[in-house]
Every structure is written in C-alpha cells, then in structure tokens.
C-alpha cells in the first residue's frame, strides 16, 4: 500500500542525519558529531578536543616548534579518525582558504617582507591549519572517485569486495561521503588587514592592540595571515560573519540538497 503524504512526512521528520563538525583553531582542535532529525533536534554523539595553543608563541619567541607543527598535524589527522569512526554520510566542510581564479597571478613579495618573522608565521600557520584540511579534501576526493568508478563498472557488490581487508583492520569499510565545500570568497588575511587599517584595533584593549600591531610588523600592506588568527575587534568578526553567510547563501540550493535528499 502507497505511503499517505502524513507517513512520509512522519517519516522525513524522524530521519536522522549524523553531522561531524571539525573546527581547526590557532588554539584548538575541536570535534563535534551530532546526530539531527526535525522532530528531536541536536543529540550530541561525541566531542572531543585538542589544546595546542599555536599563537602561545607570541609571549615567547617568533617561531613555532617543529614539534608543536607535528603535534597539530598528527591531532587533525586523530580527529578525522574519531570522525570516520562515527560513520558520516555526508560532509559540509566550511574553509578558510580563499582559492583565486585560474587566471589571476601569484602575489610576488619582496625579499625583506618573506624575513619577516610576522610573514613567515602566518605561513606557517597557514600550512599548519588551511593546507592540511586541503589536502584530506583532495584525498576524500580521490577515494570518492575510485569507489564511484569501481561501482559504475561493477556494480554495487563493489564497496562491500574491496572493504573486507580494511574492515577486518578498522571496524569498517570504504564508502562514498557526500561533500559540499563553503570557501570564503575574499582572503580573510587581506580582509583582516584592510579592516586594521581602516579601524584600528580600538576595541580590544592594550595587550591584544600590542600584539596585532606585532602581528603586522614588516608585512606587506594586504597580507596579514597571522593577523587573521589573532585579531578579535568586533568589527572584524562582524565583517567575517556577514562574509560566511553571503558565501552559504551563494550554495543555498546545494547546501540544502546535501543535508536533506
């Protein structure tokens, strides 16, 4: 017997969707996985975070150890395991890298901005926090297109075939996940930049004003990456949330298609 329209909205109401929520922070890591449905909201299914304290260097010295960047690889890659454990379907990723277009140049610096420690540690943390989410995108990427391949050449039996090894050893098997990406539209190094220097950091007292300042120090006038970690005036938040939200809106229909077909 057909479904009346009332059980397949009971139906719609009481499916659950497992979101897995990994914010990379210049002073933690932090994974949330919730499962959601319309009917009972948020349940929380683990939370887990990790203190590293990148920007700790400020009080210390102009350099972040080498040790310290391999802590902050090795607990991305701990926090995708634990988020892989928990079995998601579907992935919203919100990044931070601005990607330019296929035609636009490279910035050039200068030799004397590139010896900067201010540089060099924007860079750093760059590489540390943007590049790594890059590049397990690129990785879920490429495995999503070998299974999808792998399936549209043998059928379905073909996830199920090549997961048994890889089961046996981590408790479960390849799937595809469904990615959507939200990427910020401008580069939020050259936003926080632009925004210092028509503003001012007025608003977050003495020591935090130091420390942009420090922040800013030999950089070139529309590069500012460490200061876009650091710097907290309202006005520079308010900015990077109106921006995030323009952006989403941008991929509104894909958004809701990701979270809801």
């Not at 090795?74 to 379907?89: C, N, V």
């Not at 997961?163 to 046996?168: E, K, N, Y």
């Not at 469904?178 to 401008?186: D, L, N």
Request: proline share 3%.
């Amino acid at each position: 017997m057909p479904e009346t329209w009332r059980e397949k909205s009971a139906s719609r109401d009481n499916a659950k969707l497992r979101v897995s929520v990994l914010d990379l922070g210049s002073t933690s890591f932090h994974l949330l996985v919730s499962d959601a449905s319309a009917s009972a909201g948020l349940g929380r299914v683990t939370r887990e975070r990790i203190q590293l304290r990148l920007g700790a260097f400020l009080n210390r010295a102009a350099s972040i150890p080498e040790e310290t960047c391999a802590r902050a690889i090795e607990a991305a890659r701990a926090l995708k395991t634990t988020s892989d454990a928990s079995r998601p379907d579907r992935l919203l990723v919100v990044a931070l890298k601005h990607h330019r277009g296929a035609d636009a140049e490279a910035p050039a610096f200068s030799e004397r901005a590139i010896t900067q420690p201010a540089f060099l540690i924007g860079k750093v943390l760059d590489a540390l926090i943007l590049d790594q989410l890059e590049v397990e995108l690129h990785r879920l990427q490429v495995v999503n297109a070998l299974l999808a391949e792998g399936v549209a050449v043998y059928g379905e039996s073909f996830l199920g075939r090549v997961s048994g090894a890889v089961r046996a050893q981590r408790g479960a098997g390849y799937r595809i996940v469904e990615t959507r990406v939200v990427r910020p539209s401008q580069d939020i190094g050259r936003l926080a930049a632009q925004c210092y220097r028509t503003h001012g950091a007025g608003s977050l007292g003495a020591l935090p004003s130091l420390l942009t300042r420090m922040a800013l120090r030999g950089v070139p006038e529309n590069e500012a990456d460490l200061l876009s970690y650091i710097f907290f005036d309202k006005r520079f938040t308010a900015e990077l949330v109106a921006l995030g939200r323009e952006d989403a809106r941008r991929q509104e229909d894909e958004i809701v298609r990701l979270l809801t077909s």
